[in-house]
């Protein structure tokens, strides 16, 4: 796994051994940073679930301001910041905590992101049923919308064998598919 673009590109990133995260491919950040284009550059970034923090990584190479990654294992964490010493200059910040938690925690603080990067772990097919998976419990929170600043981005990632109810105050203004990797690109 690398970072795809900006002053960092073609940087490899580690990340820990086995199944425990699922990066999300290069040839979906490619797609992902595409979409959003100019919009990165000087965005103050969240990325929730963080994994790596791949798509943070990605974004401080391509100009973000600031990024703030939640991961809950310490030891996807220690990766974060490991990574990020590649990125000459990152304003990153790792908080080790349960999402749900920081997202409570932020919106009581006032705080708010630009841009909104998610790609949790996948939930199970749901035909028949609502989705109960990580992302349709980001899109079912009510503190996420409250740090989303005016004008900005929230970008979901899923697999479109979970079928998620799109919820108000969300508005679905684009979608990519990517083998069974599905983003969108969502606003207030």
Not at 66 to 93: G, R, T, V
Request: proline share 4%; net charge positive.
């Amino acid at each position: 796994m690398r970072i795809t673009g900006g002053n960092a590109a073609r940087r490899i990133l580690k990340v820990p051994k086995g199944l425990d995260v699922r990066p999300t491919p290069d040839l979906v950040k490619q797609a992902i940073f595409n979409s959003l284009g100019a919009r990165v550059e000087g965005a103050k970034v969240l990325e929730l679930f963080a994994g790596s923090g791949a798509l943070s990584l990605e974004c401080l190479s391509r100009g973000a301001a600031s990024a703030l990654c939640i991961e809950k294992s310490q030891k996807h964490a220690n990766f974060i910041q490991n990574n990020a010493a590649q990125i000459p200059n990152a304003n990153l910040q790792v908080r080790t905590q349960d999402v749900f938690t920081a997202l409570s925690q932020l919106a009581q603080s006032s705080e708010q992101f630009d841009l909104i990067l998610a790609d949790p772990p996948y939930g199970e097919k749901n035909v028949g049923r609502r989705s109960e998976s990580f992302a349709q419990q980001l899109l079912d929170d009510k503190n996420l919308p409250k740090v989303l600043a005016s004008g900005g981005r929230f970008v979901l990632g899923h697999t479109k064998r979970d079928t998620l109810e799109l919820v108000a105050p969300w508005r679905e203004v684009k979608m990519l598919k990517h083998g069974d990797t599905v983003m969108r690109f969502l606003e207030i």
